[in-house]
């Protein structure tokens, strides 16, 4: 049984993250997605330029990728570059490709990539993507399924261009606008207490966050990539287990 935790989604460049043109910069290896000089396989935050200093609770995740900062027990379980498919994703709609080191989508309409979950771990996730381009009240975000119910946090874009936080499913549908600029951090799930939230930022600016009232543990049976009307290029993907 698997219970999602957190979700979360980055857009930015080299020097927050990385782009498609990482490899441009000595720094940014295939082994240091974050450019930070930290290899990925010791990195407390692999998509996330941080040190060993920037975790709160000493649990070997770092505050930018940990869903609970002041909770002891987190652990990094996998980390993805989409430097090929060797973890095995599955596009469930429209047509997906590898392209410089991220899983794109230009298709304008609906497309989902998914990943089976295939451990008892409560798994928090957290991903990249470096490009949304949208129309027509378009979204790109991650979603879970538990039992053939969805369960999405996602960034959104109004007909006005206007951004939102939004979380939907299990009877759910809240939002708060976005605002800022600059590289954009999403994650969501479920916390300890059984509500479940979807938070973003824009760089270093506050979390924006909607929170429901507690519910049952959700249980999920995979996760996915997803983009409706809208292109998205999604840069990584992180894999954790929480307690």
Not at 116 to 134: K, N, Y
């Amino acid at each position: 049984m698997k219970r999602w935790l957190a979700l979360a989604l980055v857009s930015g460049g080299c020097d927050i993250v990385f782009n498609a043109d990482r490899l441009d910069d000595p720094r940014c290896k295939a082994d240091d997605e974050d450019c930070d000089l930290q290899p990925n396989v010791t990195d407390i935050c692999p998509a996330d330029a941080d040190t060993e200093a920037d975790d709160l609770d000493r649990d070997t995740v770092g505050n930018a990728c940990d869903p609970d900062r002041n909770v002891v027990g987190d652990r990094i379980t996998l980390f993805d570059p989409f430097l090929d498919n060797s973890r095995g994703w599955n596009a469930q709609q429209g047509a997906w490709s590898i392209v410089d080191g991220a899983w794109r989508t230009d298709v304008v309409g609906d497309a989902r990539l998914e990943l089976v979950l295939d451990s008892g771990a409560r798994p928090s996730v957290r991903a990249v993507f470096d490009e949304l381009v949208t129309e027509n009240n378009g979204r790109a975000g991650i979603y879970g399924v538990q039992s053939g119910s969805y369960l999405t946090c996602m960034v959104a874009v109004s007909t006005t261009g206007q951004r939102f936080v939004r979380i939907e499913g299990f009877l759910l549908g809240m939002e708060r606008e976005l605002t800022g600029s600059g590289p954009i951090y999403i994650q969501g799930g479920q916390l300890r207490d059984g509500s479940l939230y979807c938070r973003a930022h824009h760089g270093d600016d506050p979390d924006v966050q909607v929170t429901s009232a507690p519910i049952g543990a959700v249980q999920l049976d995979r996760f996915g990539l997803i983009a409706s009307s809208a292109s998205a290029s999604f840069q990584s993907v992180m894999l954790l287990d929480v307690p």
